[in-house]
Structure formats: structure tokens, C-alpha cells
């Protein structure tokens, strides 16, 4: 564990005060439907994760997840559907932008395991300073018309002091 670091978003969210969801800063920069484009490549998928996040744009990162994507926003707990799309939601809501770097990209044909370091950092609309850090262990899977999404977004990824089984 990480001093002053929240275990998992869900802490992290709590740890915040975040509570209802608002619209994101910076709406001009909202893309008008269609013209946003998914990853050719796996290493691709968290800077458009990211690009879209910081859109504030909720329905254009949701097209970054496939299908029955599962989030995980804590160890132990997995979210899909409307649940997974809530939880991005309440970090967009914070206003504030997502800066990702991957460190490592694992492909095996159509899959690929990410491991990406993020930031959210800034003061929300309420003048507290946010500081919201992780490593992620994503996994990507390229669909039908070649474009990656998300398949598995654990943006805690897994701590040396996590309980294991």
C-alpha cells in the first residue's frame, strides 16, 4: 500500500468526495459522433482510452471496451455492462484529465496484456486537489474488424501486498 494512495478506485473515489456525476470541463472538445477512431494496434488503446476520457465524451469510451469487458476497480471485484460504464463515469465526472504511459505490451495474436501507468492529478470544481495514481494490467483482444478494445481494465492492477487465492 501506498501512503496517502487509495486502495482501489472505488477508495479512491470515496477518498475524493466525489459523489453525483457531473458534466466534464472542457466539452468543446467533445467529438461529434463517428468521427472518433479505435486502436489499430494494442499499444494504441490507452491513449485512446485517454483521448476519450478526456473528451468527457461517456458513450465514446465505452466503444473502447468490447462487449462483456469486465472492470476491475478493485481487487476482488468486477464490474461489466452499465456497472463498468457508471464507474468510468464517476472518475469523468472528477473533470479532470487522464494521463496513461504504457510500460509493457505482451501480444499473442489476437490478445494482448497491457501494463499502463495513469494519472489523474488537478483540483476538482470544488478547489480539492485530486492526485488518483495506478498501474494497470489490462488485457486487449483485437475484434472482427481488427480494432482493439478492452476486454479486462484493471487499473489497480494487483499490489505486492494483496492477498492472493
Not at 61 to 88: C, I, K, M, R, W
Amino acid at each position: 500500500m501506498h501512503p496517502g494512495r487509495p486502495a482501489g478506485l472505488a477508495a479512491a473515489i470515496e477518498h475524493t468526495g466525489l459523489g453525483e456525476v457531473r458534466q466534464p470541463v472542457g466539452q468543446d472538445l467533445v467529438r461529434q459522433r463517428g468521427q472518433w477512431q479505435l486502436a489499430e494496434r494494442p499499444e494504441d488503446v490507452p491513449a485512446t482510452f485517454a483521448e476519450r476520457f478526456n473528451s468527457g465524451d461517456a458513450e465514446a469510451v465505452a466503444e473502447v471496451y468490447e462487449s462483456g469487458a469486465v472492470f476491475v476497480p478493485e481487487p476482488g471485484t468486477s464490474l461489466t455492462g452499465q456497472d463498468l460504464h457508471a464507474a468510468n463515469g464517476r472518475f469523468m465526472g472528477l473533470g479532470l484529465p487522464i494521463t496513461v504511459r504504457p510500460r509493457h505490451v505482451y501480444t499473442a495474436g489476437d490478445i494482448a496484456l497491457l501494463i499502463v501507468d495513469w494519472v489523474i492529478d488537478g483540483v476538482d470544481r470544488d478547489g480539492r486537489p485530486v492526485h488518483i495514481e495506478g498501474t494497470a494490467t489490462d488485457v486487449a483482444r483485437r475484434g472482427q474488424d481488427g480494432r482493439w478494445r478492452y476486454a479486462v481494465d484493471s487499473p489497480c492492477g494487483v499490489h505486492a501486498d494483496t492477498p492472493t487465492g
